[in-house]
């Protein structure tokens, strides 16, 4: 490393730096100043060759063999048509003052009347999940996540009572989620309630909130 | 059957209707780049590989959450740039083997493989012994090719922050490259 008279590392000319940000022609420069131009520009060049792998094949393989539903709307119309059967089903775990305020929403689900000469029984690989949010003065709040492709308008929640409490219901397929809401259509947060979150991959502290939805026929915890 | 000079929006909006086989399209435009890009952050192909593939199946997963299609080129980069991050915390700095960084050009010339073979380990060794966030900076706009502004949206850093990357990272190297050229 080039060090200076102080000990520090020698600036460049602000001229040389103007050149190789496009703000002036290089021509233009000192000698000296073309040369190390000259130097800086090899050297992003030598670092420019196309490589000689290619994972195509491997990315493609992988997307082939994951659902072919993953960016399609089936889900939901299957989801919609599993709604108007009378069926158990299977709540996600919310913390205590969340499945408190749901309450109500609960016990008329689970109330549901069935029909014990053989209703057609819940999917195995399905269950419903139950979104709360405390938003007051929200004008609208809906649910986006990996369930439904990230895409708006597709679950909306409700405040019923205009006291900020925003709920909904979803049949989901069992497994792991994540989720978003999506706050007077502009403002993502990730539920502060979630308990679980991983990193959403496009930042550094960007999160999505996490939930698990157990199959409706599981004896099994989460 | 997507036309290869189809922009991007409309292969994503290709891709979130059904036709998986478009993505395809997306890995062909901006594999080169990334691989590139992950190989110079790693300075391992193997890593740079993995990382790229990662990247490539978590884009496909989240395409949906892309919010501005015409911009997929920065998004997908970020994508990279965060799994490029991930790896590195996972080793200490001195572990980037610089002897495993794949050759570069291909010509005929035996002994001008010799010599830019020489040539480009001096520069990738230069170019390791950078900061991250330099060796991120200098990479993206001088390898890649990008704007400052591009290169704010792939790395979330502002824009002065990044010519101050730049600049530095462009002293540094040019200290250790007096011998090239």
Known sequence: MMLDAGGGMSPIDPRLQEALDNERDPGDLPADQQDAYARLMTAATLLSAKPAVSVADRVMAEIRAMPQQLHTGNRWRRAARWLTRPLAVTLRLRPAWTLGLAAGGLAAILLLPGDENGPEPPRATEGIAQFVGHFPGARSVEVVGSFNNWSRGKLHLRDENHNGIWHGDAVLPAGQHEYMFVVDGERWVADPLAGRYVDDGFGVGRQNAVLIVRQANSEDAP | ?181
Not at chain 2, 12 to 41: K, N, Q
Not at chain 2, 170 to 179: D, F, I, T
Request: with cysteine.
């Open chain 2, 1 to 181: 059957m997507v036309n290869d000079s189809v922009p991007d929006a409309e292969v994503v909006a290709r891709v979130l209707g059904g036709d998986g086989e478009a993505f395809g399209i997306l890995i062909r435009r901006y594999e080169p780049g990334l691989l590139r890009f992950a190989t110079r952050m790693l300075g391992n192909p193997d890593a740079a590989a993995d990382a790229v593939a990662e990247s490539l199946v978590r884009a496909y997963r989240h395409l949906a959450q892309c919010r501005d299609p015409g911009r997929l080129r920065s998004w997908l980069y970020r994508i990279t740039g965060n799994r490029c991050r991930s790896h590195l915390a996972r080793r200490r700095t001195n572990d980037i083997s610089l002897s495993e960084a794949p050759p570069l050009a291909d010509p005929s010339d035996a002994w001008a493989v010799v010599e830019r073979g020489e040539q480009v380990a001096l520069v990738e060794r230069a170019l390791a012994a950078l900061p991250e966030e330099k060796r991120e900076a200098f990479v993206l706009k001088h390898v890649e090719g990008m704007s400052y502004e591009e290169m704010a949206q792939v790395t979330g850093a502002r824009i002065p922050t990044l010519k101050m990357r730049v600049h530095r990272a462009r002293e540094a190297l040019l200290a250790a490259l007096q011998e090239l050229v």
